[in-house]
């Protein structure tokens, strides 16, 4: 079974991850995947307060975050797919 502290683990892992081949990673998949997993976290975080106006706060900061996150990845030319690794911008 497993305790929400492997969980946390796990998820602080893949972040390291990801940090090392995040130039490998073409930079408007990056900001769409970072945008979603930005939502969720925020969900399941926010979900649990007993304060609905700071629950209320904190969703919509993250509603604006996303849509900035995602606006960036649009916002980019479409680039071919490769397995060689995409420059940063």
Do not use: F, G, Y
């Not at 769409?32 to 939502?39: D, H, K, S």
């Not at 849509?67 to 940063?88: G, Y």
């Amino acid at each position: 079974m497993t305790t929400p502290d492997d969980a946390l683990d796990r998820l602080a892992d893949a972040i390291t991850a990801l940090a090392n081949v995040r130039r490998q990673i073409q930079i408007s998949k990056l900001l769409r995947e970072t945008a979603l997993n930005v939502l969720i976290l925020s969900r399941i975080a926010s979900n649990r307060l007993d304060n609905p106006l700071r629950r209320e706060q904190i969703e919509s900061a993250t509603d604006h975050l996303v849509t900035q996150i995602r606006h960036a990845a649009w916002e980019l030319p479409v680039q071919p797919a490769s397995d060689k690794p995409q420059a940063e911008h």
